[in-house]
C-alpha cells in the first residue's frame, strides 16, 4: 500500500470506530502501532473514563506537536443519515461517517505526514510529538488540559502546535486560526419579594428591579478587540422568572449570559464591570460565575508563516488568519506552548447529520502538515 492510499484507508479505520465521547474505541492505538516503528513512544493518560496519549520522537528542540480529539458527537436520529454514520461511506467523491470532518481527516493527516516525513528525513532536526484526547467534545475536564498540567510540571516545553480543528471554510487552506476568544458564563439571581400584582407596594419585582441594569449591560462596549479579535460580546441565553400565574408579582429572576471576550478584556475586568453596574443600580443580586475557556492569541510567527508557505504550496491560496468561533483544546496547549495555531479541513457539516468531507481533500491536507515538519525540522 502507498502513503497516498494510506491516508484513505486510515481516515476509514478511524471513522469505523464508534468513539462517541468520551469513548476512543482504540482509535488512539491505531495511530500508536503506527508511529512505533518509527521510534514514538507512547505515554497514557487515562482519567475519569477519558483515554489521552502522548507521542514523542526525539528529545531535542525545537518541538513540533500535533494535538486532536479522537472523540466525536453523538450521531443524531440513524435514519436521517443517508448511510451508517460509522460505516464510511464515498458518494459523488465525497466521504461520509461521523467524524470525517471534525477530526478523524486531520487525525490520520498527522500520522501519514509524519510516516512520509521521518522517512524522508530520518535525521531530521528536532522532535515530534501527538497529544491525543478522547475528551474534546465533552466536558473537556479529563482530557487535553491533564495531559498539559503533567508535561507543564515537568518542564517539558513545546514550540510549536498544531490543532487538526476544521478551520477551513469554502476550500481546504482557506483559513487557519491563530487563537479564540475565551468564554466566561454567569448565572445571576435577582432577589425580589413575591406578592399581588394589585398590590405592588407590598412586593419587589426582581424584573422590574433588574430592567434598568440590564439595559446597560447590553448597550456596554467592553472594549475594541484588537489587530487579531473583534470586540468583546454579551448576551443573555436564558431569563427565567414567574409564579406561573397572572396575578402573581414573582419572587426572582435568574439571568444566564455569556461573554465571549477576546485579549483586550479579563475574565477580572469583566466580572468587576457587570458588578459596578449592578450594584450602581441597587440591584440585589446574587452570581455565580464560570470561566470555560481563557483567549489565546499566536502573533505571525515562524509556526504561521510555515503554515501558510505549507498552504500556498500545496493549493495556491493564500490563507487567512481568524479568530472566529468557539472555544478548543488550544487555550490549554497555549499555557505552555507559545506558538498554537488550529488547522484542518473544511467545516461545513461538522456535527451535522451527514457529515463529510471531500476524498480530493485528504491527501493535500496531509501534504500540508508534512510541509510544515519539512520547513520547521530540516535534515541535520
Known amino acids: 500500500m502507498t502513503l497516498e492510499h494510506a491516508m484513505l484507508d486510515l481516515v476509514k479505520n478511524l471513522i469505523a470506530r464508534p ?23 507512547a505515554e497514557m493518560f487515562e482519567q475519569g473514563g477519558v483515554t489521552n496519549v502522548w507521542l514523542r520522537r526525539g528529545s531535542a528542540r525545537p518541538l513540533v506537536v ?35 470532518a471534525d477530526m478523524k481527516s486531520s487525525l490520520a493527516g498527522f500520522t501519514i505526514a509524519i510516516e512520509e516525513f521521518v522517512q524522508q528525513n530520518p535525521q531530521h532536526t528536532g522532535s515530534i510529538a501527538l497529544l491525543l484526547t478522547s475528551d474534546e467534545e465533552g466536558p473537556a475536564t479529563h482530557g487535553t488540559v491533564i495531559v498539559c498540567n503533567a508535561l507543564k510540571a515537568r518542564n517539558e516545553t513545546l514550540d510549536y502546535c498544531i490543532v487538526g480543528e476544521p478551520t477551513s471554510s469554502k476550500k481546504i487552506g482557506d483559513t487557519i486560526k491563530n ?67 397572572s396575578n402573581v408579582v414573582p419572587g426572582q429572576a435568574v439571568i444566564d449570559f455569556n461573554f465571549r471576550f477576546s ?20 440591584v440585589p443580586y446574587q452570581i455565580e460565575w464560570l470561566l470555560s475557556g481563557s ?50 479541513p473544511c467545516n461545513e457539516s461538522i456535527h451535522q447529520i451527514n457529515e463529510n468531507i471531500a476524498v480530493n481533500d485528504l491527501n493535500p491536507l496531509k ?3 508534512r510541509r510544515v515538519l519539512e520547513r520547521l525540522l530540516p535534515n541535520a
Open 179 to 245: 487563537g479564540r476568544r475565551g468564554s466566561l458564563s454567569a448565572k445571576l439571581t435577582i432577589v425580589g419579594k413575591q406578592g399581588h400584582v394589585a398590590y405592588p407596594q407590598l412586593a419587589k419585582n426582581p424584573v422590574h428591579l433588574f430592567a434598568p441594569a440590564l439595559a446597560v449591560l447590553t448597550q456596554t462596549v467592553w472594549d475594541n478587540g484588537n489587530e487579531y479579535f473583534p470586540p468583546t460580546t454579551m448576551q443573555v441565553s436564558n431569563y427565567h422568572s414567574g409564579a406561573g400565574a
Open 263 to 282: 485579549t483586550a478584556s479579563t475574565p477580572e475586568s469583566l466580572k468587576q464591570r457587570v458588578i459596578d453596574i449592578l450594584e450602581a443600580h441597587n
Open 295 to 344: 483567549p489565546f492569541l499566536t502573533p505571525r510567527g515562524e509556526l504561521s508563516e510555515a503554515l501558510t508557505h505549507a498552504i500556498k504550496s500545496e493549493t495556491g491560496l493564500t490563507t487567512e488568519l481568524s479568530t472566529t468561533g468557539g472555544t478548543s483544546d488550544g487555550r490549554f496547549i497555549a499555557s505552555i506552548c507559545p506558538q498554537v495555531i488550529e488547522f484542518g
Open 367 to 369: 501534504n500540508i502538515y
Open 66 to 100: 500535533f494535538a486532536g480529539h479522537t472523540d466525536v458527537v453523538p450521531t443524531g436520529p440513524l435514519e436521517q443519515w443517508q448511510s451508517n454514520p460509522f460505516e464510511p461511506t464515498i458518494r459523488d467523491g465525497r466521504l461520509y461517517g461521523r467524524g470525517a
Open 19 to 41: 468513539s462517541v465521547t468520551p469513548e476512543d474505541q482504540a482509535c488512539q492505538q491505531q495511530i500508536i502501532e503506527r508511529l512505533a516503528p518509527l521510534g514514538f513512544k
